[in-house]
Every structure is written in C-alpha cells, then in structure tokens.
C-alpha cells in the first residue's frame, strides 16, 4: 500500500535514510512525505503499529523484484527421480538400476525406488522387501533412506536421498 491507500490510525515512521521519525497518524506521515516528494509505502503491514517508510516507490519497486528475481536464481529445485523394480529382477539387471541410481543422487535429486507385484507375487512380499533392502545396501555409500520400505496396494516403495558429508 502506498499514500493515501493507507488507512490505519497510527504508524511508525522510518525516513528516507533509515532513521526512526516516531510514531504519528497516516495523514502527518502522508504529508512529511509528500513534502520531501517522496512516496509513503507501508513496509511491515502486520506490525503494532505498521510500520511506513518514506521512499521513491518506483525504485522500492524495482528493488524488490530484483531481491526476488536474485533468491529464486540461488533455490535449487530438487526433483524426485523413479527406479522401478520387480521382486524376481537378477542381479546385472539390479546392478544396472544401482548405477542409474547412483547418477540420479550424485546430481542431488531424490529417489524413489518402487516394487510392483503382479498377481501371483502378492504371495511374496517379503522377497520383494528383500530385494529393495539389498538394493539400499548397494547405495550405502552415497544414499540414505529418507522413508523405509512401505507397501501402498501392489506397489512397494522406498524413498533414498544423497548422504550428507
């Protein structure tokens, strides 16, 4: 909000520098701005009382969405990649998922691993919690188990992410 748009009663004032002006009513402060020909612009809405500073809002702006455009270049988005297993896989092809794996956690993402049964491999869940805890132990050296091995319906599945040093 800016100038007349604020309503309140009372607010701390900050001026152009940076220093404290007290607390006074939106309209003193509205003038004291307009008198250095400046705008007043609310900067702490839900503070007791908000708190306003007298600044040029056309470069407030321009401010703001450059601190913004700056914050999301140093996020980093984490995706969650999937290696699908079945309970009676052999071990080179196991060994192949391992290594698709260890790509996928050296470049920071997490990793699902899921176990499907179908039909008649309802019968052997525990071979298929066997098979995806050796594959937890083929990663141990970069991968820790964010959420253990849990059974939704037919699916099987496991959640690894990159050890931290």
Not at 27 to 39: P, R, T
Not at 103 to 121: A, D, Q, T
Not at 136 to 152: G, H
């Amino acid at each position: 909000m800016i100038n007349e748009q604020i309503r309140d009663k009372e607010v701390r004032l900050v001026g152009e520098n940076g220093e404290q002006l007290g607390i006074m009513s939106a309209k003193e402060a509205y003038f004291k701005a307009v008198d250095s020909g400046l705008d007043l612009v609310k900067i702490a809405p839900k503070a007791k009382p908000p708190v306003c500073k007298i600044v040029d809002y056309s470069k407030y702006k321009y401010d703001m969405m450059r601190r913004e455009k700056e914050a999301k270049k140093k996020q980093k988005s984490i995706e969650v990649k999937e290696v699908r297993l079945s309970p009676n896989i052999d071990i080179n092809d196991i060994n192949t998922k391992a290594n698709q794996a260890r790509k996928f956690l050296s470049k920071g993402n997490k990793l699902k691993v899921s176990l499907r049964f179908r039909g008649r491999e309802m019968a052997h869940i525990t071979g298929g919690r066997e098979v995806l805890d050796n594959f937890a132990k083929m990663l141990e050296d970069i991968a820790v188990i964010d959420k253990a091995p849990k059974m939704e319906g037919r699916v099987m599945t496991m959640f690894l992410s990159e050890k931290k040093n």
